[in-house]
Nanobody, 122 residues
Framework: QVQLVESGGGLVPAGGSLRLSCAAS????????MGWFRQAPGKDRDFVAA???????VYADHVKGRFTISRDNAKNTVSLQMNSLNVDDAAVYYC????????????????WGQGTQVTVSS
């Protein structure tokens, strides 16, 4: 059983930056793909970015060039650096894990964190 704990959310002005982190425990971290999803009120949980067990990143089109996902297997953490934030990026951000390879569909991810709120002021 994998446990995931997100941190780093908060309030940021439009155009600003924020770095989210997710700490994993309870599994062999290097075997897992790690992902970030987000959910705004009244909307579905959408794919943001993910990184495979081998370190290959995948991004949603709407964050390409602004967000960067990275992983540190020594620390069992995955991070999401978010730059040039806009009000449409405001949501609860969730960390997720699944074995080996990434998937864009949230239903394909086995483990989830509790989420961290990102608020962007205009």
């Amino acid at each position: 059983q994998v446990q995931l704990v997100e941190s780093g959310g908060g309030l940021v002005p439009a155009g600003g930056s924020l770095r989210l982190s997710c700490a994993a425990s309870g599994g062999t971290f290097s075997r897992y793909a790690m992902g970030w999803f987000r959910q705004a009120p009244g909307k579905d949980r959408d794919f943001v970015a993910a990184i495979s067990f081998s370190g290959a990143p995948v991004y949603a089109d709407h964050v390409k060039g602004r967000f960067t996902i990275s992983r540190d297997n020594a620390k069992n953490t995955v991070s999401l650096q978010m730059n040039s934030l806009n009000v449409d990026d405001a949501a609860v951000y969730y960390c997720a894990a699944r074995l080996y390879y990434v998937a864009r569909d949230s239903s394909n991810w086995a483990y989830w964190g509790q989420g961290t709120q990102v608020t962007v002021s205009s």
